[in-house]
């Protein structure tokens, strides 16, 4: 199995950064996708960036210009540096990966408990 755990989180003013990291750990065979999902109260858990093997990013529209998502495969790890933070950017994020495990021949997906982001104004 694979555990994924985030960290970074914390208490930001409006216009400042925080970086995001979540470290995959088990045994793990290739991580092809890793994501980061966040959600507020009240609101859907939606998709914030995702890396896929390589350099190919995806970006919500909105957050584009202001996160950068990144990954480390030797570390099993990936990265969301969260510049220009505003207001509505505050929520639980959560670290996702499809990953498979040494022996098997099918990716899974797996889920971090997730770290929270606060933005004051």
């Known amino acids: 199995q694979v555990q994924l755990v985030e960290s970074g989180g914390g208490l930001v003013q409006a216009g400042g950064s925080l970086r995001l990291s979540c470290a995959a750990s088990?045994?793990?065979?290739?991580?092809?996708?890793m994501d980061w999902y966040r959600q507020a109260p009240g609101k859907q858990r939606e998709l914030v960036a995702r890396?896929?093997?390589?350099?190919?990013?995806i970006y919500a529209d909105s957050v584009k210009g202001r996160f950068t998502i990144s990954r480390d495969d030797a570390k099993n790890t990936a990265y969301l540096q969260m510049d220009s933070l505003k207001d509505e950017d505050t929520a639980v994020y959560l670290c996702?990966?499809?990953?498979?495990?040494?022996?098997?021949?099918?990716?899974?997906?797996?889920w971090g408990q997730g770290t929270q982001v606060t933005v004051s104004s």
């Open positions: 890396i896929i093997s390589g350099t190919n990013t």
């Open positions: 996702a990966c499809s990953a498979r495990v040494s022996g098997t021949s099918r990716p899974n997906w797996y």
């Open positions: 088990g045994s793990i065979f290739s991580i092809n996708i």
